[in-house]
């Protein structure tokens, strides 16, 4: 295992990840991962699409065929063997976890770098994460689009403008990022995961908590199993970046594993390499919110046994939730999430509707 003590206080840093491969069918969630929640090498499965559940192994879920696999020039790679290494690295910490949620508070600094990276790692290597990169994508090509044209029409008559914009507009997409030719679907998910110990780094300075469900309820995982929560009430600076969400982390039917925001240096609590560690088993409603979670950040399948809370009432839930924890900040701690007007601006108690102010209506 690479030893990570010496660099770790530097934030970010891309390493090699590529190398030949002859693995054509790439688990998306590795297997280690899903073994906790089979019985007899079987996994239930419920389809979030079709309201339909089946049974079946292992080995034929959260699968793709080269899913991490990209062309460079004539050379043909893949980040499955670097990621086969990470979840080789992290299985003995995911088990002695399992075996004993005592033992997060021994831990050494490889381990805990060691299934940090994993989890970083886990949250990027999904089709979720390409979900979110394509709709990101589409939405700035857009923009573009809007921007040339309106430009080709600032600077041209009608007729020129109309001849000129009938040339641009079927352009392919990767030309208006002015790419020699289309990406290919696992480029910037490889490109993130290069970076992984920086974000590790961020997962290591947070607090860690874990803990047994009750008896009455059980967890079950998902096609995007680092599932992440944003916190509705919280400053103006703090935006949706990747230390400022609130990750839950089922390890099993029975133990689950809570990430929190990393302080940063505006919190009370001054930021160290490593965050705070407790092992405290979770309520009802704690687990029922981290089922929701999971839902809610799932793409397609849950894996696991248990009652399924739908989807859509998992979202609205959540909302509704978000909703009135904000208006009962705004409305009585004085809370007030709008960005200064200027350099500097007076402390001062919010006016007007919590909700409309604090979604910008006002």
């Not at 899903?34 to 979030?48: G, H, T």
Request: net charge neutral; glycine share 4%; with cysteine.
């Amino acid at each position: 295992m690479q030893d990570f003590r010496e660099p770790y206080e530097d934030k970010f840093w891309n390493e090699p990840n590529l190398s030949p491969t002859q693995v054509k069918r790439q688990h998306y969630v590795p297997r280690l991962f899903l073994r906790a929640f089979a019985s007899a090498n079987k996994v239930r499965v419920f389809d979030l699409n079709e309201g339909k559940e089946y049974r079946t192994s292992i080995a034929k879920i959260a699968v793709a065929k080269h899913f991490y696999d990209i062309d460079i020039k004539d050379i043909h790679l893949s980040t499955e063997s670097w990621l086969a290494q990470l979840e080789e690295d992290a299985a003995p910490v995911i088990n002695k976890l399992l075996s004993n949620p005592d033992n997060i508070l021994s831990l050494s600094v490889d381990e805990e770098f060691s299934i940090a990276r994993f989890l970083v790692a886990l949250r990027f290597r999904t089709p979720a994460f390409r979900d979110y990169n394509d709709k990101m994508f589409t939405s700035i090509l857009k923009k573009i689009k809007e921007m040339a044209r309106e430009q080709v029409y600032h600077q041209h008559n009608r007729k020129e403008a109309d001849a000129i914009w009938e040339r641009m507009k079927d352009k392919p997409d990767h030309w208006w990022f002015n790419e020699p030719e289309p990406q290919q679907p696992a480029t910037i998910a490889n490109f993130i995961l290069g970076e992984v110990q920086g974000f590790a780094n961020l997962i290591r300075a947070a607090p860690w908590r874990i803990g047994f469900a009750p008896d009455s309820m059980r967890l079950y995982t998902s096609d995007n199993p680092v599932a992440g929560y944003l916190r509705p009430v919280r400053p103006w600076w703090e935006g949706a970046a990747f230390a400022s969400f609130t990750y839950f982390v089922p390890l099993s039917p029975k133990v689950l594993l809570k990430i929190e925001r990393r302080p940063d240096q505006k919190d009370k609590e001054k930021p160290e390499p490593q965050g705070k560690r407790y092992r405290n088993d979770f309520s009802e409603w704690e687990i029922s919110f981290a089922q929701h979670v999971v839902i809610n950040d799932a793409t397609r399948y849950l894996y696991g046994e248990g009652p399924i809370v739908d989807k859509g009432c998992a979202v609205s839930c959540l909302e509704q939730i978000g909703l009135a924890q904000l208006e009962f900040a705004t409305r009585y701690l004085g809370f007030d999430p709008r960005p200064p007007t200027g350099a500097f601006r007076e402390s001062r108690p919010p006016t007007g509707d919590p909700i409309k102010r604090s979604l910008g209506d006002e």
